[in-house]
């Protein structure tokens, strides 16, 4: 008999104390009748995120809610691939914990994948029906530019480069992990490059990226800078 579908939700954190109990709750709340396990990696938040996920364990049941955390903060990227190791689902999940990425998503994600067998389905703010909210003008521009750049240079046949919610068959998310090396916001855009370049079947589903509303962003510093060096190494390694 074929295996029915299921999916690991990873769902990275860094002092998300005030926002992991609602995530999970609207993950809960948006995916009924699909088999699910959220898999939240922890770097040692010093707010206390893990005590309350340790609450969500005893609602829920540790075998939906998995506490995979780490000593200290050890940036994305490796959160994810610790994640993924403990991954059971034929599919996995990536969003943040922010509210940034709305869990009402998640059904137009399994449906699209579901409907077009695509390797990976990745959300998109910039096609009808998708945008950001609560980003100022300066932001928009930067982001908006930021991804026409790339769009140019790579030609990754993708709108949204740099968005971070996506679905992936578990193996394509473990061979396209192994080949990456950048941090930060260049890291999502390494991903989906070289998955393109691999020949994935890539598709994409509208979203709306809301700013979050608690905590802040850790995600900072020299982000420009930071993007144009890794646009230049995407450039020349695919
Ligand atoms: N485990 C872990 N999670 C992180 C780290 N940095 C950020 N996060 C989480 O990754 C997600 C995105 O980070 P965020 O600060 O919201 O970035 P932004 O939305 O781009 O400003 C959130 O769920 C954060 O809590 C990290 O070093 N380790
Ligand atoms: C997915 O199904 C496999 C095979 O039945 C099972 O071993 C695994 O625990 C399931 N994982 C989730 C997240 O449902
Ligand atoms: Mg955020």
Redo the contacts with the bound molecule.
């Keep these: 008999m074929e295996q029915k579908n299921n999916y690991s939700i990873i769902?990275?954190?860094?002092?998300?104390r005030l926002?992991i109990a609602l995530i999970v709750y609207l993950i809960f709340k948006h995916l009924r009748d699909v088999d699910f396990e959220i898999i939240v990696?922890?770097?040692g938040s010093p707010d206390g995120t893990q005590e309350v996920v340790k609450q969500l364990q005893k609602l829920y049941g540790e075998d939906r809610i998995l506490l995979r955390p780490?000593p200290k903060?050890?940036?994305?990227g490796t959160?994810y691939i610790h994640g993924l190791k403990h991954a059971s689902g034929n599919f996995v999940v990536i969003m943040?914990?922010?509210l940034?990425h709305h869990p009402k998503y998640l059904p137009s994600f399994i449906k699209k994948q579901s409907e077009t067998g695509a390797s990976i389905v990745t959300g998109t703010r910039y096609v009808r029906g998708g945008g950001v909210h609560g980003w100022n003008l300066m932001r928009k521009l930067t982001s908006r530019g930021a991804n026409v750049l790339a769009q140019t240079l790579l030609w990754p046949g993708v709108s949204d480069l740099t968005g971070?919610f996506r679905l992936y068959k578990k193996s394509v998310l473990e061979d396209v992990i192994s080949s990456c090396v950048s941090k930060g916001?260049v890291f999502q855009m390494e991903m989906i490059v070289r998955a393109s370049k691999k020949g994935y079947h890539i598709e994409e589903v509208p979203i709306t990226f809301v700013?979050?509303v608690f905590?802040?962003?850790?995600?900072?510093g020299s982000e420009i800078i930071e993007y144009l060096k890794g646009l230049s190494y995407l450039l020349v390694t695919t």
């Design positions: 769902v990275p954190t860094y002092n998300e926002n990696v922890d770097d780490r903060k050890l940036g994305l959160a943040d914990a922010d940034s971070s916001y700013d979050r905590g802040s962003s850790k995600l900072g």
